[in-house]
């Protein structure tokens, strides 16, 4: 592999100076002169019709400035996919964390005393907390064109004729639960109107574009009207995918002329945030006696809640990795995506393919321990590697770590005592146990068009400033974005600044999401760099009369390969300010991609990360607790352009796996969430998360920036399924939802026998 | 000192709290019911100090009280009056970083940073109490605050490191 000066080196990311001593401004961190504070009314019901709103009384509150209902929204219906969800509620609350009204006022505490004070009465309307009622049709609807927001069915080859040759078949039913983003930072925002007659919204989000949008088209401003900025974000992971605060403010700004801060509390942004889609996953597997998988049939529903959100993607993502890793000769997938009153979801690092992978990684597992194959051999028999054919019959053209990091992981030391654990009985009532499972999913969003911008200023003291609209939401980009830049440009990373997220300030570079803002802003920059290079050496040649093709650079100079003369970036900057020729440079990168086969939006994708897990948990047979003693992670995600970065997202997103599996249960009785903060909703603390080791698998994505792919959401997906294997390593009883929360495991454990301790 | 957050002329019962906060001596009118965290970052502008939870449970508004470590939004800022406060602000001394801080930076102990100041916070009480921690001890001391980024493995790096830097 070649060897960077700043790419692949484990450098301290620079955004984590200011971080580490308190100096990093978060959206929450914004305060102004003559500000408002935002308070939201949020609905009391799960699912009722709105007979009235009366504001008089909270308009009469000392301090209260101005009340806001769904009268002050121009066009109050948005959405990404499907436009059904309100800025302010006006027929129905379909949700309990549904705005209502919005209030501004000079102190928190009056607004939030006013919100009280909005006498709203409601008719409550039958709630549709369960999906299988909510598609029979005949019950209460939570939107007019009925529960069903989308149905599709994909098949390829035959799965009848397959079953009927197969020497082993696996069927189960799985539940995967609501999962909870948790960011640390709940949802911020500051507004106000900038030097140049701007609303202007500092606040949480994944893409300042996208944001920008839904502002003008919800409060129907132009465009020049608004700006975007969105500073260092404290955590997202899917979570600010979709709109939260940012309308609310520019309202409150457009009404009143003054600036406007929301920060909303701990329960307020648990009850209201968008959740990871609750699954019910009904697959049945076949093989034939060598373990060769031969079938797959699946169907899949995935609540919705309330609204879309990115649901109709998160469904496709589900349909897409629902055989995982696998070449599968045979598929039939139904999917649906479906209406409730149990909460809103929408995106979580992972987006779909967690739920999948806890079903058919546990059905793979089933189906080798009824051939007694060994679980690791029969997924190198059944995994795609680069050049083959998926199931949608796709040439998987990207490259393909999954059989490199099932080897690691056969040789691993933990695989290799698994048995010899399993027996280990330290106490009478602990069970111990070794699983494992492999991962996919792809990067990109698929083929749906995504395209983005970079653009390059070099400064007239001869630095560069890289402006580009990703959002740091703690994943690091900027830091490797600086990094590549160093090496493209040639320069020291110190000469590099990055300016981000600011529509009024930095090109379009697409959404912040499906783990490959790496990717496309990478290329971009590449693209913007060869522009840059080219104008440094239009330079060169202006002063040395010296021809192009003898010019390269070389650390902070542009250099002629034949004489040795040498013009400083700085000189350059000079000689291109002065010939007009301008110190700019842009580089746009459109995401190859496919044509969506019939009944999906955007799969199959070109490009995938793997990666494989090994768990291994001890099991209390008595308590039905489930201790994760250690996990194993082996991640394909290209080139690593920064060790510590890389290996930092893979830890924490199997952390957020840990939680998924056995911790994170997210109770919602009858469309009411009942774990509403951090004290009833339990996620990951040091004592939960185990000793990790990330192994990475380098493959060399040849169409990635300097060979690298995308890291983001990997990590999560093989952990629950990982962690289920092992549960049934341990205990000899295999767990079909998750979250495996002590509960669910005894009452499991005790049907089986196996809770005598012995 | 610039206030962020204004009274209303009208409510009535409002309080006054002094305390020293870095070293530095402060006072303000006050709404009883306000928080300590509330106080350090509406009033007083020291937005290092974060709010994440209300609850005690995720610790990323820790700062040292009177010398030992709390949950900032636990307490009322009434509470504090008359108190010593340190918050993250306080511990770089003369553009010099605290060794807590240089090895968070280093070890990569952070991604988003939000809970950064309130784990250092709490590090920094730790090694005051034990300055030769083992790793067992670390993930004890640090039980109570809460990451969703990281997975704690380079936090428990970072704080090792940062004990064998103040040892020299």
Redesign the interface.
């Known amino acids: 592999m070649q060897q960077f000066r700043w790419v692949g080196r484990?450098i301290?990311?620079l955004?984590?100076?200011d971080?580490?001593?308190?100096?990093?401004?978060?959206p929450?961190?914004y305060?102004m002169d003559n500000m408002l504070w935002g308070k939201v009314l949020r609905s009391k019901y799960p699912h009722a019709k709105i007979l009235s709103i009366d504001v008089s009384k909270a308009l009469k509150h000392?301090?209260v400035v101005a009340v806001f209902t769904h009268k002050d929204i121009p066009n109050n219906r948005f959405g990404l996919f499907h436009k059904d969800r309100p800025v302010l509620c006006d027929d129905k609350v379909r949700y309990i964390g549904d705005p209502v009204a919005l209030v501004a006022a000079?102190?928190?505490?009056?607004a939030e005393d006013a919100a009280n004070l909005i006498d709203v009465r409601y008719e409550p309307l039958p709630v549709v907390d369960d999906v299988f009622k909510a598609v029979e049709g005949d019950g209460a609807k939570v939107h007019e064109r009925g529960n069903v927001a989308r149905q599709t069915r994909i098949t390829f080859g035959d799965v009848e004729e397959a079953f009927d040759n197969a020497e082993v078949i696996v069927e189960n039913t799985y539940r995967t639960g609501a999962q909870i983003?948790?960011?640390?930072?709940?949802e911020a925002g500051l507004s106000y109107i900038d030097e140049k007659g701007r609303i202007t919204i500092v606040s949480c989000g994944q893409s300042p574009y996208r944001d920008k949008k839904e502002i003008c088209e919800t409060l129907a401003l132009p465009e020049e009207k608004v700006r975007v900025i969105i500073p260092?974000?404290?955590?997202?992971?899917g979570g600010k995918d979709d709109i939260s605060v940012q309308i609310f403010l520019a309202l409150i700004t457009l009404k009143t002329g003054r600036p406007a801060k929301m920060?909303l509390?701990?329960?307020e942004s648990t009850i209201s945030s968008t959740k990871r889609h609750m699954a019910y996953i009904t697959m049945k597997t076949a093989a034939d006696k060598n373990g060769k998988l031969l079938a797959n049939q699946t169907e899949i529903i995935l609540d919705t809640g309330a609204y879309e959100g990115l649901g109709p993607a998160v469904l496709d993502v589900a349909i897409e990795n629902c055989n995982g890793p696998y070449k599968i000769p045979n598929i039939d997938i139904k999917a649906k995506l479906v209406y409730t009153n149990n909460y809103f979801a929408s995106a979580f690092r992972g987006f779909g393919a967690p739920q999948v992978m806890f079903a058919i990684e546990s059905q793979v597992d089933a189906i080798a321990e009824k051939l007694g194959l060994d679980p690791i051999e029969i997924r190198l028999r059944n995994v795609v590697r680069r050049g083959d054919y998926g199931v949608f019959r796709n040439k998987i053209e990207g490259s393909v770590g999954i059989a490199d990091a099932l080897e690691k992981a056969r040789m691993h030391e933990l695989w290799l005592r698994r048995d010899d654990i399993r027996k280990t009985r330290h106490r009478p009532w602990i069970r111990q146990g070794v699983g494992v499972a492999a991962a996919v999913k792809g990067y990109t969003i698929g083929a749906l068009p995504d395209k983005g911008v970079v653009g390059i200023e070099l400064t007239t003291d001869g630095r560069f400033i890289i402006k580009l609209s990703s959002t740091e939401?703690?994943?690091?980009v900027v830091a490797a974005i600086a990094q590549i830049a160093a090496d493209m440009l040639s320069c020291h990373l110190k000469n590099i600044e990055i300016k981000a997220a600011d529509t009024s300030q930095t090109p379009d570079t697409s959404v912040t999401s499906a783990s490959r803002q790496l990717y496309l802003a990478g290329n971009a920059l590449r693209k913007a760099s060869e522009e840059m290079i080219k104008k440094l050496i239009t330079a060169f040649s202006i002063a040395t009369g010296e021809p192009a093709y003898n010019a390269s650079v070389s650390d902070g100079y542009v250099v002629s390969t034949s004489t040795g003369r040498r013009l400083s970036y700085s000189e350059a900057a000079r000689i291109l300010e002065e010939k007009g020729i301008g110190r700019e440079a842009f580089g746009e990168y459109e995401v190859p991609r496919t044509t969506p086969i019939p009944g999906t939006l955007e799969i199959p994708h070109l490009f995938y990360m793997y990666a494989a897990a090994i768990a291994h948990v001890e099991v209390n047979i008595l308590t039905g607790v489930v201790k994760v003693k250690k996990l194993v992670l082996l991640p394909d995600a290209g080139r690593v352009i920064n060790p510590?970065?890389f290996?930092?997202?893979v830890?924490?997103?199997?952390?957020?796996g840990i939680g998924y599996a056995v911790l994170e249960d997210a109770k919602i009785e009858q469309g009411i969430l009942r774990t509403i903060?951090?004290?009833t909703y339990l996620?990951p603390?040091?004592?939960d998360?185990p000793?990790?080791e990330v192994i990475p698998i380098e493959t060399t994505e040849d169409t990635g920036p300097l060979g690298a792919k995308g890291v983001g959401e990997i990590g999560i997906i093989p952990v629950a399924p990982a962690v289920a294997n092992a549960i049934k390593h341990a205990t000899g009883v295999r767990v079909l939802e998750v979250p495996i929360t002590p509960e669910r495991l005894y009452r499991r454990l005790k049907e089986a026998g196996q809770n005598t301790p012995r | 000192m610039a206030r962020k957050k204004q009274l209303l002329e009208t409510a009535e019962t409002y309080v006054s709290v002094s305390m020293k906060v870095n070293g530095v001596p402060c006072s303000a009118k006050i709404e009883p019911r306000t928080l300590l965290v509330h106080f350090l970052r509406d009033v007083l502008g020291l937005t290092g100090t974060h709010w994440g939870c209300d609850t005690g449970n995720c610790g990323a508004c820790t700062v040292i009280m009177n010398g030992k470590s709390v949950k900032s939004c636990n307490i009322f800022a009434v509470q504090a009056d008359g108190a010593e406060i340190i918050t993250i602000e306080g511990l770089a001394k003369d553009g010099q970083l605290h060794p807590i801080q240089e090895a968070f930076w280093e070890n990569h102990g952070l991604q988003c940073g939000f809970c950064t100041p309130g784990f250092i916070m709490q590090a920094y009480w730790l090694l005051q109490q034990n300055p030769n921690p083992t790793e067992e001890e670390v993930r004890r001391g640090i039980s109570g605050n809460i990451c969703r980024c990281t997975g704690y493995q380079n936090i428990v790096k970072a704080i090792l490191t940062a004990a064998e830097k103040m040892k020299r």
């Open positions: 484990p301290p990311r955004d984590a100076l971080k580490a001593v308190g100096r990093t401004k978060y929450s961190d305060y000392p301090g000079e102190t928190p505490e009056a983003h948790a960011y640390l930072e709940t260092p974000v404290g955590g997202a992971f920060f509390s701990r329960e939401i703690g994943q690091g510590q970065t290996t930092g997202q830890e924490g997103a199997a952390a957020q903060n951090l004290s996620i603390s040091i004592k998360a000793a990790m």
